[in-house]
Nanobody
Framework: VQLQASGGGLVQAGDSLRLSCAAS????????MGWFRQAPGKEREFVAG??????RYADSVQGRFTVYRDNTKNTVYLQMNSLKPEDTAYYYC?????????????????WGQGTQLTVSS
């Protein structure tokens, strides 16, 4: 079971970018999938999550980020619009067996390797 995050890069403030998290080894259709991020010197924080058609967002990204999934591709996406310099971080995807969208990282038991997003001002 592996998660592969991709799509990070260097963008300017106000730009959009989409991250992808491809799962292999088994279907994650019935699992909660989450996106977390960690900036240098800061703790890892919850960004967004999805379970079936339900979604959950951190207040800091609500209205700017959208999480969705393509079960045919076993992939979860994070569409990020109106990016800000404070969105700069290493972004991770993870999966959880919880029956709800958890915002704490210890509820997630499988993690991808992450992808770096840098937003310049």
């Amino acid at each position: 079971v592996q998660l592969q995050a991709s799509g990070g890069g260097l963008v300017q403030a106000g730009d959009s970018l989409r991250l992808s998290c491809a799962a292999s080894g088994r279907s994650f259709r019935d699992y909660s999938m989450g996106w977390f991020r960690q900036a240098p010197g800061k703790e890892r924080e919850f960004v967004a999550g999805i379970l079936w058609s339900k979604t959950r967002y951190a207040d800091s990204v609500q209205g700017r980020f959208t999480v969705y999934r393509d079960n045919t591709k076993n992939t979860v996406y994070l569409q990020m619009n109106s990016l800000k310099p404070e969105d700069t971080a290493y972004y991770y995807c993870a999966t959880s067996p919880s029956t709800y969208i958890a915002s704490v990282s210890d509820r997630y038991n499988t993690w991808g390797q992450g992808t770096q997003l840098t937003v310049s001002s």
